[in-house]
């Protein structure tokens, strides 16, 4: 396929979105507008980004970064890469905090990176994104939540929508008036009129989730509002640079 451009005009798809959609225009005069993020013109390395995603699964945004530090610290390296990590033993790593599973995560990553599996930046422009999900949740402890967040928001992928995010179910739910969270099945379908901009509408239906009064977003049940909390969290995590699994379902 031809070269894939990192990022989107934000404008259009807004413009887009508006005309597609009136029920989502009417939120979209609501919440703050969303901007193209920064990190689509920034480079980075996949291998480093998903070892950062493995460490980030299920902790706070402080407890992974400590943890974090210490492996950089014990690798001699800022950059997690496959090298850096041949270099340590796993007694080691298991010092700096990592778990056991999230061990065997990252030898896994390290393992497929040496054999040459996990594409560059440059190889992932020239491929679609069910291709790059494919090739990156192959590694041990990555699901698909984590390979779009980096489409959204590392490579500026445009037409990427999380139908199992449960802020995106939220937001989804919130603007169409429902008494529940669509399933990803009816969210793929009620997606399809936001395409090709389904990545800045995910993002406003996040936007949408965290800014509703609880009233009006009619959570299922209390934990459901406390776990989109924490999606909430991890979004962030993400957009600065760190990584974690999805809410809605675990991925190994």
Sequence with gaps: MARVIRGFDVDAAHAHLRKRDRVLASWLRKVEAVAAPARWKQRFDVTDALARAILFQQLSGKAASTIVGR??????????????????DDLALR??????N???????LSARAQRGEIPSTAQMARMHDDEIISALSAVRGIGAWTVQMMLMFRLGRPDVLPVDDLGI?????????????????????RGEAWGPYRTLAGMYLWRIADLAKP???QPVAPKRVATNSAATARRKSVAAG???KPTPRSQG
Excluded: N, W, Y
């Design 95 to 100: 010092a700096c905090g990592v778990s056991g």
């Design 169 to 189: 179910r939220k937001g989804a739910q919130i603007v169409d008036g429902l008494d529940a969270m669509p399933t990803p099945k009816q969210l793929v379908a």
């Design 242 to 244: 760190g990584s974690t």
């Design 71 to 88: 492996v950089e610290v014990a690798i001699a390296s800022r950059l997690l890469h496959a090298e850096a990590f041949a270099r340590v």
């Design 215 to 217: 009233a009006a977003a």
């Design 102 to 108: 999230k061990l065997l995560a990252l030898r896994d």
